[in-house]
């Protein structure tokens, strides 16, 4: 059963840095692309950031390119969000999702249930 | 950027009629779409993909047609358990985007 927890999430000051995780489990973690989707409090959902199954691959949003970076290590089932100067447009619940797919469509499938960052001075 | 415009914002239907919503792209995405189910304080879930394919353990009520830039997500007699908010996405493009969601009330 794939299962994915996020953690790290907070109450931060505009400009200071925050690193959230992902852990994965259920699924071969190293055959999957996986992803970053927020949600601002009482707003729709923001696609983030994506890496690929070997991390040689990874996309962003233009928002967050040069203060946000996504890393995976697949030694230990793990995804990564390094948020750097952050801004109180970051405030949202941030969710991991897995890349799924048939061989032609890809398409996030699992989702975690979350981690909410505050930016707030 | 591909925009992606859900229609309507808020659908108001009675339980056992039949819900239409709406996702139309800015460009072409071919059938690189997928539709998600949200209820409050929960996280998203995968109901189709591909445009039409219903994910494992979607209901038949569930639904999706369309290609190119013309998408419909249809739950042909809605359940209690289905008022919550749809969104659209598309898979074709980097960045990846979503619909602004459609939110399906109790009339």
């Known amino acids: 059963q794939v299962h994915l927890v996020e953690s790290g999430g907070g109450v931060v000051q505009p400009g200071r840095s925050l690193r959230l995780s992902c852990a994965a489990s259920g699924f071969t973690f190293r055959n999957y692309g996986m992803h970053w989707v927020r949600q601002a409090p009482g707003k729709g959902l923001e696609w983030v950031a994506f890496i690929s199954y070997d991390g040689s691959d990874r996309e962003y949003v233009d928002s967050v390119k040069g203060r946000l970076t996504i890393s995976r290590d697949n030694s230990k089932n793990t995804l990564s969000l390094q948020t750097n100067s952050l801004r109180v447009e970051d405030t949202a619940v941030y969710y991991c999702a897995r890349e799924g797919g048939d061989g032609t469509h890809y398409y996030p499938d699992y989702w975690g249930q979350g981690t909410l960052v505050t930016v707030s001075s | 950027e591909i925009v992606m415009t859900q229609s309507p914002a808020t659908l108001s239907v009675s339980p056992g009629e039949r819900a239409t919503l709406s996702c139309r792209a800015s460009?072409?995405?071919?059938?690189?779409l997928a539709w998600y189910q949200q209820k409050p304080g929960q996280a998203p879930r995968l109901l189709i993909y591909?445009?039409?394919t219903r994910a494992t353990g979607v209901p038949v009520r569930f639904s999706g047609s369309g290609s190119g830039t013309e998408f419909t997500l249809t739950i042909s007699s809605l359940q209690s358990e289905d008022f919550a908010v749809y969104y659209c996405?598309?898979?074709?493009?980097?960045?990846?985007?979503f619909g602004q969601g459609t939110k399906v009330e109790i009339k």
């Open positions: 591909a445009a039409s």
């Open positions: 460009q072409s995405v071919s059938s690189n």
């Open positions: 996405h598309q898979c074709n493009n980097w960045p990846r985007t």
